[in-house]
Nanobody, 122 residues
Framework: VQLVESGGGLVQPGGSLGLSCAASGFTFSSYAMSWVRQAPGKERERVAGIDVDGTTSYYADSVKGRFTISQDKAKNILSLQMDRLKPEDTAMYYC?????????????????WGQGTQVTVS
């Protein structure tokens, strides 16, 4: 099983970044997916999630209206478009898969995690 994130980097406040997560080794179409971030000294926070069918997306209040999650079930790719970035968005961003219909808020419900990609807004 692999979840491989890419697309992180350094960006100025107000800028944009697009993250991608390539999934392999499991039935991607059967899992709800999320992007979870963790800043130094803070708990992991689910910033965006999408259900199995891709019909409903969920966002943390802190990113609502700025981030957009999407998935391509045919290509096994999860994406996160981040616009109007703020310094407080600085964190390691992980993609995670849960064998549930809905993307859980609890980190303990996730079966698979990527290694993360660093996003720095400065």
């Amino acid at each position: 099983v692999q979840l491989v994130e890419s697309g992180g980097g350094l960006v100025q406040p107000g800028g944009s970044l697009g993250l991608s997560c390539a999934a392999s080794g499991f039935t991607f179409s059967s899992y709800a997916m999320s992007w979870v971030r963790q800043a130094p000294g803070k708990e992991r926070e689910r910033v965006a999630g999408i259900d199995v069918d891709g019909t409903t997306s969920y966002y943390a209040d802190s990113v609502k209206g700025r981030f957009t999650i999407s998935q391509d079930k045919a290509k096994n790719i999860l994406s996160l478009q981040m616009d109007r970035l703020k310094p407080e968005d600085t964190a390691m961003y992980y993609c995670a898969a849960t064998y549930n219909y809905f993307p859980s808020l609890s980190r303990y419900d996730y079966n698979y995690w990527g290694q993360g990609t660093q996003v720095t807004v400065s």
